[in-house]
């Protein structure tokens, strides 16, 4: 077997190196945004709060499929698509498509199949994924080689920040807005200041301030006192 064939990595494993398939189609469509209209009586055009809270939210991504090919002079349709079902169908499973390796979807998907001739058939994957994919390591996780993209990936090592008197740190852009998650396993008067507010963080333990978000620009983080933070961010995207 060809060991480059392209294929999906869905939960821990790939569809052409664990189940021999052969990608003859696939499609992963963007999500729809989620409209808030309200019809205004005598009016023309609606109110239109799709963007009350400063940016659109998004449905799910439906409509996901994924065609295979299988030789059944070498394959055997059925016994493949049980192994495929067993491992996946109806389960919310990570989702890595070859193409884009630095990043996945959280996808739930089902097995079909069609005998198209006697010689081969068709084994079709369909579902739908949450609205984002999202970076495949986190912040605060041991940055790997092997996925890194290195035209668009972004290299983040935020994990034990130890700041003496305080300090600066730049959290690096990642898409949609999102908000990190402060670790502190050390303090002496540590605390976080942002656009004017501060926001303390005297003892060991997990923090979350949900007017701290990082998004399509990197944010700067302004620190003061003393202690040890690691900064757990995964960047999501359309």
């Given amino acids: 077997m060809r060991q480059d064939a392209f294929g999906l990595t869905i939960g821990d494993k790939h569809t052409y190196r664990d189940f021999g398939l052969i990608m003859t189609s696939f499609y992963i469509p963007l999500p729809e945004t989620k409209k808030s209209l309200i019809e205004v009586p005598y009016a023309s055009g609606n109110l239109d709060f799709t963007e009350a809270t400063g940016e659109p939210t ?5 409509g996901l499929k994924f065609d295979f090919a299988i030789h059944d002079k070498s394959w055997n349709l059925e016994t493949i698509k049980t192994k495929l079902a067993m491992h ?5 499973l990570k989702l890595i498509p070859d193409n884009d390796t630095g990043y996945y979807y959280m996808a739930r998907l089902q097995v079909d199949s069609e005998k198209k001739y006697k ?3 068709i084994l079709t994957l ?3 994924a949450e609205p984002f994919k999202y970076d495949l390591l986190s912040s605060d996780e041991p940055w790997k080689w092997d996925p890194f993209n290195f035209y668009t990936g972004v290299i983040r090592n935020y994990g034990e920040i130890h ?3 305080g300090g600066e740190f730049t959290v690096a852009a990642g898409g949609m807005n999102t908000v990190p998650v402060f670790i502190v396993t050390a303090s002496t008067n540590l605390a976080l ?6 926001y303390g963080m005297p003892n060991p333990g997990t923090y ?5 978000k990082i998004g399509n620009e990197a944010v700067t983080l302004t620190f003061t006192g003393t202690g040890t933070v690691t900064i757990r961010y995964r960047g999501r995207y359309l």
């Fill in 193 to 198: 200041v942002y656009d004017g507010t501060t």
């Fill in 119 to 121: 010689s081969y058939g």
């Fill in 163 to 165: 700041f003496t008197n």
């Fill in 126 to 128: 369909t579902g739908s």
């Fill in 58 to 62: 998004y449905q799910d991504r439906e």
């Fill in 208 to 212: 979350r301030f949900p007017k701290i």
């Fill in 88 to 92: 996946l169908h109806g389960r919310k």
